[in-house]
C-alpha cells in the first residue's frame, strides 16, 4: 500500500451516520444508469449492495461473458470497477458525497466467468474530507478464496462537483426527475 493510502496518525475511526441504513439492507442503485449498480445498462455489473454492521458493506456480481478480458476470466478492469464501486457505497452508511481519490489493487487469482464475485468492504478512517476504506473480493462467497483486493481514498465533495463536470443533458434529466429521493440519490455516491 502506498503512503497516501496510509492515513496520518489524526485521522479519526469512521462514524456511521444514524440515518444510515440499517445493517442487511439492500443499498439499491444509486443512479439507474451506473456501470456499477445501475439496472439500465445491459453490460454493466448490477452489483447489489447491503449495509453491513459498522462502516462496512457486501456487496455480490455474477461475472458474465460481457465481463470478459480473456477467454473465459473477467477483465481486470472490471474487477476493478467492482471493487471501486462497493467501496463508493460505504459513503452510504456516513451520509456523505465522496469520489474515488486513489484505487490501489491487488489481483490475487483469476475470476472465471459465471462466478459469483461477493465483496465486502469498509471505511478504516476519515481525516477531514479523506475517507480510507479497503475492499475483498472472494471467489462464490464470504469465505471463498481471495481473488481481489484493494485500498482507496475517497474525497467528500459537494454536489457541485456533479454538476459542474457532468454532461449538462445527463445532470438536467437527473434534476428533473420528479421522485425526490431518486433525484437526490442520482448524487449521493462515486457515480
Not at 481514498?153 to 421522485?179: C, Q, T, Y
Amino acid at each position: 500500500m502506498t503512503t497516501a493510502l496510509t492515513p496520518p496518525a489524526e485521522a479519526i475511526p469512521p462514524v456511521r451516520h444514524p440515518e444510515a441504513p440499517a445493517p442487511g439492507e439492500l443499498l439499491g442503485a444509486h443512479y439507474e444508469h451506473c456501470f456499477g449498480c445501475g439496472g439500465a445498462q445491459p453490460h454493466g455489473l448490477h452489483l447489489a449492495a447491503r449495509a453491513g454492521e459498522g462502516v462496512s458493506v457486501t456487496a455480490e456480481f455474477t461475472v458474465t461473458t460481457d465481463h470478459q478480458g480473456a477467454p473465459g476470466l473477467a477483465h481486470g478492469g472490471v474487477l476493478a470497477t467492482a471493487l471501486d464501486e462497493t467501496l463508493g457505497s460505504l459513503s452510504w452508511l456516513l451520509r456523505v458525497i465522496a469520489v474515488t481519490g486513489r484505487l490501489e489493487t491487488d489481483f490475487v487469482r483469476p475470476v472465471p466467468v459465471g462466478t459469483v464475485l461477493h465483496l465486502e468492504a469498509e471505511v478504516t478512517a476519515v481525516h477531514g474530507r479523506k475517507i480510507y476504506c479497503r475492499a475483498t473480493g472472494r471467489i462464490g462467497g464470504p469465505e471463498g478464496p481471495v481473488a481481489v483486493r484493494a485500498d482507496a481514498l475517497f474525497i467528500e465533495v459537494k454536489v457541485d462537483h456533479f454538476i459542474d463536470n457532468g454532461r449538462p443533458e445527463e445532470i438536467r434529466a437527473a434534476m428533473a426527475d420528479p421522485d425526490q429521493v431518486r433525484r437526490a440519490r442520482a448524487f449521493e455516491v462515486n457515480p
